[in-house]
């Protein structure tokens, strides 16, 4: 692989959280806000800039100069654990088992609305928008190219109100990789995570106080050759603060 081009050199300042990290991979803790590589726009302040100031080894792994190391990635508004491969060996092992969708991935995410069922599983192809726009759609939307399936299973943790304003908290395992699956799915069902300005419903109103996407991205479970590996990343802070504010919802 071709040496990183001189505006992909890392700029930020960043101390980034290790969750873990051996000779071949390095599993961080991304913060929301923040992009995980550059796009077409070529954005210095990304985690691969910062991982790169710190491991520079990782600029000759994988095979793109823009995404080096990355075998999946994680929305600029998303929090949570993301693993990056610091050799090539581990790179092509790593995109092997995303491929074969054999990585078990678990999100949090507050939405809005009474979720009335336990579980729930959503399969439905999500592409890209005729209309030019960064959202993506359904494959029941009039403007929807580029469809590729897509299949997410989620869980009811707790329903959560404030005031007259119902939300729960779900524990989500996306089965495909889709940009913005899980956001495009629940907001398909009529409960869009907390906080979502792209996908957010008219008169949803975010918890008093959350200021990102209620979106993270909790544990990864990696089935490696010498066993199975879970990391997880807590939830942050300011998450945690905002449902503390949240009342149980009462039974009906």
Do not use: C
């Amino acid at each position: 692989m071709r040496a990183l081009r001189s505006h992909f050199q890392p700029q930020l300042a960043m101390d980034l959280k290790v969750i873990s990290e051996t000779a071949a991979y390095v599993v961080v803790n991304k913060p929301a806000g923040v992009l995980t590589h550059p796009t077409s726009r070529a954005e210095p302040d990304t985690i691969i800039a910062a991982v790169l100031k710190r491991w520079p080894e990782v600029g000759r792994v994988g095979d793109s100069t823009i995404r080096p190391g990355l075998v999946h990635r994680l929305d600029r508004d998303t929090s949570g654990a993301l693993i990056i491969a610091k050799t090539q060996r581990m790179f092509t092992e790593l995109k092997s088992l995303f491929q074969k969708r054999k990585v078990n991935k678990t999100y949090l995410a507050l939405v809005h609305g009474t979720v009335r069922e336990d579980e729930g599983f959503v399969d439905l192809a999500i592409g890209r928008s005729t209309k030019g726009s960064v959202r993506r759609v359904t494959a029941l939307s009039r403007v929807a190219k580029d469809l590729k399936s897509a299949r997410t299973r989620f869980r009811v943790l707790k329903r959560l109100t404030a005031g007259k304003t119902d939300f729960a908290l779900l524990e989500i395992s996306p089965e495909t990789g889709r940009t913005h699956q899980i956001r495009v799915h629940l907001a398909h069902l009529g409960h869009p995570v907390a906080g979502d300005e792209l996908y957010r419903q008219k008169r949803t109103a975010p918890p008093t106080g959350l200021k990102r996407l209620f979106l993270h991205a909790l544990r990864l479970e990696i089935p490696f050759p010498d066993g199975e590996k879970t990391f997880e990343s807590p939830l942050p802070a300011e998450l945690k603060t905002i449902l503390s504010s949240l009342e149980p919802k009462p039974e009906s």
